[in-house]
């Protein structure tokens, strides 16, 4: 009897796991900014549709556990409903994972979608089909999954995210008959597609290992070894610097500093006075927009 209820709680152990999800989403959906709408039970339950889809999809073919899934948020601002079930509007994506050793989360991506048009017919399920664009709204999200996942292994191994980034370029391909933005290259230099070819790029091969450099050889010690991690935090910079200058102004720099540039003022607040200038001089070259952010890293801790 013993070894019966032993192969239950096995296969019910088992089945927990094996139905474990990637990502841990929270989704806001705002219609604030829509005027004259009274039917606000639309946007509560688009918000919960959502949840539902990117929460219980399986992504990946791999098993994580709970505490392992990938935080993250999905806010959507609309700002017009063009007919009772077409709407506009943008998305901003957030993502973090944990700093080994702490109960800090470090930033993987935050960034803001512009080229959101999609349709959405309450209590209709959300689907998605990884070899056909059906429906925008369920690819534009899947593709953002896909991206984050992508960074997620990034920072735990060197250049491992690849294989979801291809997964996101098969939906930007999928997608080139679509008539909504985002998809295509000749529309602008900062949308989805671009994105995908910054990162599947040769030339920006460094931009991968700083993710990995950045994260794994250096956050992952700061706990234990502070100073050693900031070397390899300014290893990883000097990884964006090879970048910038082959490739000045590109989305995927826009979008690594504005994850990472509040965070690395933080970390070399602490450092030695040859760290942070260094570190700022790479910061300013490379983000010379937010070059008064960096300035309070020169400060120190002693002058705080």
């Given amino acids: 009897m013993k070894y019966i209820f032993s192969i239950i709680f096995t296969l019910l152990l088992t089945s927990s796991l094996i139905s474990a999800q990637e990502i841990d989403a929270r989704i806001q959906v705002s219609a604030s900014r829509i005027q004259g709408t009274s039917n606000q039970q639309l946007f509560q339950n688009m918000q919960q549709s959502l949840y539902e889809f990117i929460n219980n999809t399986n992504w990946t073919k791999h098993v994580y556990d709970k505490d392992e899934r990938i935080e993250c948020n999905f806010v959507i601002t609309l700002t017009e409903q063009v007919s009772t079930d077409e709407f506009k509007g943008s998305l901003q994506i957030q993502a973090s994972r944990p700093v080994y050793g702490t109960s800090y989360q470090t930033q993987l991506i935050n960034h803001v979608d512009n080229d959101f048009h999609f349709r959405y017919v309450e209590f209709e399920p959300l689907e998605f089909n990884p070899n056909t664009h059906t429906n925008n709204l ?94 390899q935090i300014e290893e990883a910079l000097e990884q964006l610097k090879i970048v910038h200058r082959r490739k000045p102004g590109s989305l995927l720099m826009t979008i690594t500093t504005t994850a990472k540039g509040d965070e690395i003022v933080e970390i070399f607040k602490e450092g030695f006075p040859d760290e942070r200038t260094r570190v700022y001089n790479i910061m300013k070259e490379i983000d010379p927009a937010n070059t008064s952010k960096y300035d309070k890293m020169m400060k120190g801790p002693e002058e705080q």
């Fill in 138 to 231: 369920t690819s534009v999200i899947a593709f953002w999954a896909y991206v984050i996942i992508g960074y997620d292994y990034d920072s735990f191994g060197n250049r491992a995210g690849t294989e979801y980034f291809q997964i996101a370029e098969k939906i930007i391909q999928n997608a080139q008959n679509a008539p909504e933005q985002g998809w295509k290259a000749f529309e602008n230099l900062k949308n989805r597609y671009w994105l995908i070819e910054n990162l599947l790029n040769e030339q920006f091969s460094p931009m991968r290992d700083f993710m990995y450099i950045y994260h794994r050889q250096g956050m992952d010690k700061m706990a234990d070894k502070p100073a050693e991690a900031r070397l």
